[in-house]
C-alpha cells in the first residue's frame, strides 16, 4: 500500500525551531519528487515547499524562504522539512505529499505544529 | 506567490450541477496547463480530483469535470450527490517550480 505517515509535529514557542519527516513505503520514493503543504483554518492549503527525486533542487514558498529547510534521505525512504525562526502564523497541520506530473497524488495525513508561548 | 482566488462557498441540490471558479494571473493559471484541484473532507487529507485543466485520475467519476480560459480554471460538478460536499481546492504551477493553491470552496449539498 502506497502511504506517507508525517511525525515530528509539537507545540513550539515561537522563535523555536522543530523538524518535521514524512516516512513513506509502498513506492519507489527516490524516483519522486516531494511537497511539502500547510494548511490552517484561516487560509486553507498553502504550498510550502518542493524537492526533486535527488534533492538537487529545492524551492519554496515566499513565506517561509530563508526559515525552512526542506531534504530528503531517499535511503531511509524519508522527506523532512526543517523549520526555524518559528512565528505563531506556521501553526498549521503540515501535509507531505508525492508528486506525479505537477499533481500531489498522495498525501499523508497531516502533523500538527503549533506554535504559541 | 498569492493565494489563486476561489469563492468561499457555493452549494446545490442533489442532481443539480455547479460551477467553482479559480482566478489566477498570467504567471500561474494563465502560463500553465497544470492546474489540479482538490477535494478535502472534514478531518480528511486533500485528494487529487482533476489535473492538468481537465483530466481525472481513475476512480473520479466522470460527474467531475475541468476547464480553463485565460487565466481562470473552473470544477463543475454535474448530478450532486450528497457525497460531493467539502472543500474544494485548485491549485497552479507557477513556474520556476514553485506552486500556488487556491483560497478554497466550501461546496454545500442542500
Known amino acids: 500500500e502506497v502511504q506517507m505517515v508525517e511525525s515530528g509535529g509539537g507545540l513550539v514557542q515561537p522563535g523555536g525551531s522543530l523538524r518535521l519527516s514524512c516516512a513513506a513505503s509502498?513506492?519507489?520514493?527516490?524516483?519522486?519528487?516531494m511537497h511539502w503543504v500547510r494548511q490552517d483554518p484561516e487560509k486553507g492549503l498553502v504550498w510550502v515547499s518542493r524537492i526533486n527525486n535527488d534533492g538537487s533542487i529545492k524551492t519554496y514558498a515566499d513565506s517561509v524562504k530563508g526559515r525552512f529547510t526542506i531534504s530528503r534521505d531517499n535511503a531511509k525512504n524519508t522527506l523532512y522539512l526543517q523549520m526555524n525562526s518559528l512565528r505563531a502564523d506556521d501553526t498549521a497541520v503540515y501535509y507531505c505529499?508525492?508528486?506525479?506530473?505537477?499533481?500531489?497524488?498522495?498525501w499523508g495525513k497531516g502533523t500538527t505544529v503549533t506554535v504559541s508561548s | 506567490q498569492s493565494a489563486l482566488t476561489q469563492p468561499r462557498s457555493v452549494s446545490g441540490s442533489p442532481g443539480q450541477s455547479v460551477t467553482i471558479s479559480c482566478t489566477g494571473t498570467?504567471?500561474?493559471?494563465?502560463?500553465?496547463?497544470?492546474v489540479s484541484w482538490y477535494q478535502q473532507h472534514p478531518g480528511k487529507a486533500p485528494k487529487v480530483i482533476i489535473y492538468?485543466?481537465?483530466k481525472r485520475p481513475s476512480g473520479v467519476p466522470d460527474r467531475f469535470s475541468g476547464s480553463k480560459s485565460g487565466s481562470t480554471a473552473s470544477l463543475t460538478i454535474s448530478g450532486l450527490q450528497a457525497e460531493d460536499e467539502a472543500d474544494y481546492y485548485c491549485c497552479s504551477y507557477a513556474g520556476i517550480y514553485t506552486f500556488v493553491f487556491g483560497t478554497g470552496t466550501k461546496l454545500t449539498v442542500l
Open positions: 492538468d485543466v481537465t
Open positions: 505529499g508525492r508528486d506525479f506530473n505537477y499533481k500531489i497524488d498522495v
Open positions: 509502498g513506492f519507489t520514493f527516490s524516483s519522486y519528487l
Open positions: 498570467s504567471s500561474d493559471v494563465g502560463d500553465y496547463d497544470y
